[in-house]
């Protein structure tokens, strides 16, 4: 139970800080540009559902991509990391 408490809290967290950072960074669009914005964001969407079904078809975590980021992060020295 504490795993799966810790994985909600990391998933709300990011959910979260991508929220916030997406609310501060994002102007307001004029009228005449809200058409195509719209649509380009559904088409967007779209393909967010379909890699989202992917990932969870092929048992892929994110939580578990992101700890071994993290250890992979802590054990190089700073200076050596690659982008």
């Known amino acids: 139970m504490e795993r799966v408490e ?15 950072f997406w609310l501060t960074a994002t102007p307001a669009l004029p009228d005449t540009a809200l058409r195509a914005a719209q649509a380009t964001g559904q088409e967007r969407y779209d393909g967010y559902i379909e890699a989202l079904v992917r990932r ?12 071994e980021d993290v250890t992979r992060q802590a054990a190089t020295p700073h200076g050596d990391e690659k982008p």
Do not use: W, Y
Not at 7 to 16: R, V
Not at 56 to 67: I, N, W
């Open 6 to 20: 810790r994985n909600l809290t990391i998933s709300h967290e990011a959910l979260a800080l991508f929220v916030r």
């Open 56 to 67: 969870l078809a092929k048992g892929q975590c994110l939580a578990k991509e992101l700890a």
